[in-house]
């Protein structure tokens, strides 16, 4: 019993200290380009906390939220899902109001996440309905229509 305790213990650590960087590592930190009105550069690239980046198709913006960390309903802390979600919204204004809002965002994922159990956070078709509420809270933070879509890019079920 204290053995198994142990291994759930040290395979938890491993994930959020070794797998978990690595993972964060290889996809990159979002980085935007200050820009004027014209689309024009008007400055370096800033690395930001839930950070943003300008996409290919027009006015729209990413606006990600790195490191989600949740242990599952019903796992009692024996089970964790770490996760960034990245929203992709209609203009540069919404993403600066999640950005002074970030607390909240995150507190909003966090909980959406946990009340999830692990068969529900595995199941591969449900990840549809997933981001489908995904946007719905953040549309409750920044308003209905802004969020055009939802992106999972790292999602590790421990």
Do not use: C, W
Not at 14 to 32: N, R, W
Not at 58 to 75: M, S
Not at 77 to 101: H, P, W, Y
Not at 121 to 132: A, E, F, P, Q, Y
């Amino acid at each position: 019993m204290i053995a198994a305790v142990v291994a759930l213990i040290g395979g938890g650590a491993a994930g959020v200290f070794a797998i978990g960087p690595m993972l964060k590592g290889s996809g990159g930190e979002a980085k935007a380009a200050a820009t004027d009105d014209h689309g024009d550069s008007g400055g370096e690239a800033k690395k930001k906390k839930g950070g943003h980046g300008k996409s290919d198709a027009g006015n729209q913006t990413l606006y990600t939220v790195d490191n989600l960390v949740v242990n599952p309903a019903g796992t009692q802390g024996t089970r964790f899902l770490i996760a960034t979600v990245a929203a992709e919204l209609k203009s540069n204004d919404a993403v600066t109001s999640l950005q002074e809002r970030d607390p909240e965002v995150r507190d909003e994922l966090l909980n959406l996440l946990s009340a999830r159990t692990v068969e529900q956070l595995s199941d591969l078709g449900g990840r549809d309905v997933l981001k489908d509420e995904i946007k719905q809270a953040i549309e409750k933070i920044v308003g209905a229509g802004k969020v055009v879509r939802v992106f999972i890019p790292q999602y590790v079920l421990q």
